[in-house]
């Protein structure tokens, strides 16, 4: 594992009277792909909205960055906030602007720079995001599935953050999307340098992309570390993760990266 | 890895050769264009040099003074040296990239020093998703023209709003005759729960409203009439106008912001999570189980509200009566019994039936219209508002004119 870009200690996160993390425990590399996984209700999406400070857990520390959030000032988290992106489960594209809008936003908003330049860093992020380039000047409502999540990708993408946090980033997609969407984080992940942080629970994703990640269950982490690992730990809830008929179907087939 | 803050960054031109650089751009063009291209050794030589980080936050007016030099410059010879460059992002290169390629356009050679392998990595990416050069839209010429255009557009877009509309309120009639034909059919549990919703929650903000109008007409009545010294007629003033006019206006309103603008924003809603596609599938009409309660007990609660609206409304004048113009109580009810005749009360309480109607399609209709985004929810149900309102007052002028002439 390389340096360590985000590390998550003993946090402890409870909705009124229900514990959702019992003193976690986790740490994410620089330029690595990073799976939270975890049945539905395990609180990995609650994970990742503490790292990006949408929440605050009740005890614990999350240090991103060298910067530690429990204790963090308003121009260091502003600061902090430029060099993220995240994609949000249903994309959260702003439905009154157009794709191309949407992409130029944070430009527009945090630089000074030319409004043509602008343009052309939006055409250039749409291009790698493979969305055709029409596409730009379609509002949200008119996009397909796949075509809100890579324009989504593409304006967390359009500062060049050193962190990207997707949630669930294949959910809703076609097998043969998912696939190239995979591919395509892969491929920006060698390009740009990017860590990666994505919350998922398709096998297949965690099998071709993820480098490594943190199983969550029971309140807990109840594994970390690359696929061998993880799948070599006893606990029942990893067993039944990998051990279920689309797991066993898919570890015949190997990992295929 | 750390956020240290990043350096400014920089860019010099030096002229190695200033002799030819020295002249004026525009004399430079002139020779040029008198000599035709001159030989390399000829040409101006300039060596760019850049410095810092070139990355978002501290690129600020790198492009104007790149945009200053390279204007005038046409076929010289560049020495482009990035050595002194820190870290650079894709708004970095794009910008390097823009100027290369501009540099190149007016004929000049180009040489890049010092580039680091992370620099090449990042422009070779930035090269592949490079967009091409896409040429403008034929923008329309004239204002006019313009103008024209969005005129015809609108036009097409209204007449295709009415004609939906009016299939609208077909399908509407139609459900409502099978509902005739199978009474039972009809969702009293849900027209009762949107009696409730629309009428008795609506109770207190149409008495205050009402009252205040009492009020109005009270005072200014009174004013006027005590220059006549006509006091009394204060009551026929105030029990004509309230009962046939203003309640079922002043009703119809307030019910069209409140409970209209809910209709649409409900239906919407549901558009949008696709609830009706969900209620179609399971063979429940939407027009059925939705817009036929929500009408009818809209059509129901309307007089009702009107009928409160009216006593509220008449109370109100009566108390400002007795403080302004020391008519009592007792006093104002008998004249009361004689000015007012029944048939204003009731073509009052007949209007609301029709008021309600017009709100409640036209609240379903938009809701109905709401398309994917989550932004036309809130067009839509101000459209509905406003047509709603329009209509009732349009309506309400029809119904003058019409009573007038009958002679009621």
């Known amino acids: 594992m390389n340096a360590p870009v985000i590390t998550v200690t003993d946090v402890v996160t409870r909705f009124g009277r229900n514990l959702i993390h019992d003193r976690i425990s986790l740490t994410v590399g620089q330029a690595e792909i990073y799976g939270l996984l975890g049945g539905s209700g395990s609180g990995k999406s609650t994970l990742m909205k503490e790292m990006v400070m949408l929440l605050f857990p009740q005890e614990g520390e999350i240090t991103v960055l060298g910067h530690q959030l429990s204790t963090i000032s308003r121009t260091e988290a502003a600061l902090l906030r430029r060099q993220w992106g995240?994609?949000?489960q249903?994309?959260?594209?702003?439905?009154?602007?157009?794709?191309?809008?949407?992409i130029a936003v944070t430009l527009k908003e945090y630089t000074d720079l030319p409004h043509d330049l602008i343009q052309d860093i939006v055409r250039m992020k749409i291009n790698m995001v493979g969305l055709p380039a029409h596409a730009a000047d379609l509002y949200p409502a008119e996009l397909s599935g796949g075509m809100v999540k890579r324009a989504s990708l593409a304006r967390a993408l359009a500062m060049d953050p050193q962190l990207l946090f997707l949630d669930e980033p294949t959910s809703g997609l076609d097998p043969v999307g998912a696939e190239a969407f995979d591919q395509l984080i892969l491929k920006l992940r060698d390009l740009l340098g990017l860590t990666v942080i994505m919350v998922t629970h398709d096998l297949d994703s965690i099998w071709t992309v993820v480098d490594r990640f943190a199983v969550l269950g029971d309140k807990k982490v109840?594994?970390?570390?690359?696929?061998?690992?993880?799948?070599?730990?006893?606990?029942?809830?990893?067993?039944?993760?990998?051990?279920g008929e689309r797991g066993r179907i898919r570890s015949q087939n190997g990992k295929q990266s | 890895m750390d956020a240290s803050f990043p350096h400014k960054s920089q860019i010099t031109f030096i002229d190695i050769n200033p002799a030819q650089g020295a002249n004026g751009p525009a004399e430079e063009q002139a020779r040029l264009q008198t000599q035709g291209a001159p030989?390399?050794?000829?040409?101006?030589?300039?060596?760019?040099?850049?410095?810092?980080?070139?990355?978002?936050?501290?690129?600020s007016d790198m492009d104007r003074k790149l945009d200053e030099f390279v204007r005038h410059i046409r076929k010289a010879v560049i020495q482009w040296d990035v050595s002194a460059l820190g870290r650079i992002d894709s708004a970095g290169m794009m910008l390097f990239?823009?100027?290369?390629?501009?540099?190149?356009?007016?004929?000049?050679?180009?040489?890049?020093?010092?580039?680091?392998?992370?620099?090449?990595r990042m422009y070779q990416l930035l090269r592949q998703y490079m967009p091409e050069f896409v040429a403008a839209r034929p923008a329309l010429s004239s204002r006019l023209l313009r103008f024209f255009q969005r005129l015809g557009k609108m036009t097409a877009s209204s007449l295709a709003d009415f004609t939906a509309f009016l299939s609208f309120l077909g399908e509407n009639f139609i459900i409502f005759l099978l509902a005739l034909r199978h009474p039972l059919s009809i969702r009293y549990s849900a027209i009762v729960k949107n009696i409730e919703e629309a009428g008795v929650r609506a109770m207190p903000i149409i008495a205050l409203t009402s009252f205040l109008i009492g009020v109005v007409i009270a005072y200014q009545g009174a004013v006027q009439l005590q220059k006549f010294g006509a006091?009394?007629?204060?009551v026929d003033m105030i029990s004509i106008s309230v009962t046939r006019e203003l309640a079922p206006l002043i009703t119809a309103i307030v019910v069209a912001g409140r409970t209209g603008s809910s209709y649409t924003a409900q239906i919407g809603v549901m558009k949008i999570t696709e609830e009706i596609d969900a209620m179609r599938i399971m063979g429940f009409d939407p027009l059925h189980f939705l817009v036929q309660p929500r009408i009818l007990a809209l059509m129901i609660v309307m007089p009702l509200l009107i009928f409160f609206a009216d006593m509220i409304g008449i109370m109100a004048g009566m108390f400002i009566s007795n403080i302004h113009l020391n008519l009592s109580y007792g006093e104002f009810l008998r004249r009361l019994q004689v000015a007012l005749e029944v048939k204003h009360v009731w073509i009052g309480l007949f209007k609301g039936p029709f008021f309600a109607w017009l709100i409640a399609v036209v609240a379903c209709f938009r809701g109905f219209q709401v398309s994917k985004s989550t932004e036309s929810i809130g067009r839509y149900t101000t459209i509905s508002?406003?047509?709603?309102?329009?209509?009732?007052?349009?309506?309400?002028?029809?119904?003058?004119?019409?009573?007038?002439e009958l002679g009621i």
Do not use: M
């Not at chain 2, 007016?106 to 090449?120: F, K, N, T, Y």
């Open chain 1, 90 to 102: 249903a994309g959260a594209l702003y439905s009154s602007l157009t794709v191309a809008e949407n």
């Open chain 2, 385 to 404: 508002v406003v047509n709603a309102i329009f209509l009732v007052i349009a309506c309400d002028a029809l119904f003058s004119v019409l009573f007038t």
């Open chain 2, 231 to 234: 006091h009394i007629f204060i």
């Open chain 2, 97 to 120: 990239i823009r100027y290369y390629d501009r540099l190149q356009r007016q004929g000049c050679l180009l040489d890049i020093v010092g580039a680091s392998p992370s620099h090449e």
């Open chain 2, 39 to 59: 030989k390399i050794d000829e040409r101006r030589r300039v060596l760019i040099t850049s410095s810092g980080d070139w990355i978002l936050e501290s690129l």
């Open chain 1, 86 to 88: 995240v994609l949000f």
């Open chain 1, 222 to 243: 109840i594994a970390e570390g690359t696929l061998t690992e993880v799948r070599a730990n006893p606990h029942p809830i990893v067993r039944d993760f990998f051990g």
